[in-house]
């Protein structure tokens, strides 16, 4: 299956309910979060060691430069979560803290 179906298969599975999910497998990927008082979060670390703060990753997100990162559209506004996989491990709220 080549790029262009997977793209489309993708689709079909998920619809088009506001998520844009660039795949990017081998570029940055969160490995750690920082959170506001009331647990929101609010700036993210990479692989890389580059510190992002929130509208940062959104727009590396957007663009494809974070691998596993999905963007949607809550409350409102645009925002960002793990890609659901099934894992706890490796979802931003259950990322170590830096």
């Known amino acids: 299956m080549d790029r262009f179906d997977k793209a489309y ?11 844009t999910h660039l795949e990017n497998t081998d570029g940055m990927r969160i490995t750690a979060v920082r959170k506001n008082d009331d ?20 727009e590396a997100a957007k663009n494809g430069s974070l691998s596993g990162i999905d963007v949607f559209q809550k409350y409102g506004r645009e925002i960002i979560r793990s890609e659901p996989d099934g894992l706890k491990e490796n979802n931003l709220d259950y990322l170590p803290e830096f």
């Open 9 to 19: 298969q993708n689709y079909l599975s998920n619809g088009s309910g506001g998520e």
């Open 39 to 58: 647990g929101d979060l609010i700036a993210f670390q990479t692989n890389t060691g580059e510190e992002l703060d929130y509208l940062q990753a959104l």
